[in-house]
């Protein structure tokens, strides 16, 4: 129900958080966020990231068991091999994917290593932090929920839960 207020919040920490300017990035909101325009979003990135970039990325909504991004126009959702073609394509030093959404954690892809887990509840340990950044640079995927998982909304806040905590 709070993707958009998600994106929105998003992008504020982008324009004052971070002081991008505004030409720096795109939001898609609700009607907007069809399949064409979040793929045409992934090849803007592809042409204006250096390589000496970082870039952020941020999606809040629906997620399907076959498709961790289901776009407004939902019949055309983005598989994964198509998601990871997609991020493949930017040339940036580092990609930092944030996804508010059920089943997520596929984004990651086989291979990935959790941060935060069922035995660490707790959040981000200093040793943790430590290690993550002595790590090269690369793609990091930040999900609300594994690959099996649904994620949660708290309908309080009106947000996604793991975009009120990730905005806090």
């Known amino acids: 129900k709070w993707a958009d207020k998600d994106a929105i919040e998003f992008s504020t920490f982008l324009r004052y958080g971070l002081g991008l300017p505004e030409d720096h990035y795109r939001i898609l909101k609700n009607s907007d966020a069809t399949r064409e325009k979040i793929r045409d979003a992934f090849g803007w990135l592809g042409l204006v990231a250096k390589p000496e970039d970082r870039v952020y990325i941020f999606y809040s909504g629906h997620g399907k068991d076959n498709s961790p ?72 995927v930040m999900t609300s929920a594994n690959g099996i998982q649904e994620a949660y909304e708290w309908d309080g806040q009106k947000n996604g839960l793991f975009t009120y905590h990730l905005m806090n």
Not at 108 to 125: F, M
């Open 69 to 140: 991004i289901v776009p407004y126009d939902t019949e055309n959702s983005f598989t994964l091999e198509s998601l990871q073609k997609a991020l493949s394509k930017i040339e940036a030093k580092e990609i930092i994917f944030f996804a508010d959404a059920c089943f997520s954690g596929k984004i990651a892809g086989k291979g990935a290593k959790p941060i935060i887990d069922r035995e660490n509840l707790t959040g981000l340990k200093n040793e943790t932090v430590a290690e993550i950044t002595k790590s090269k640079p690369g793609v990091v």
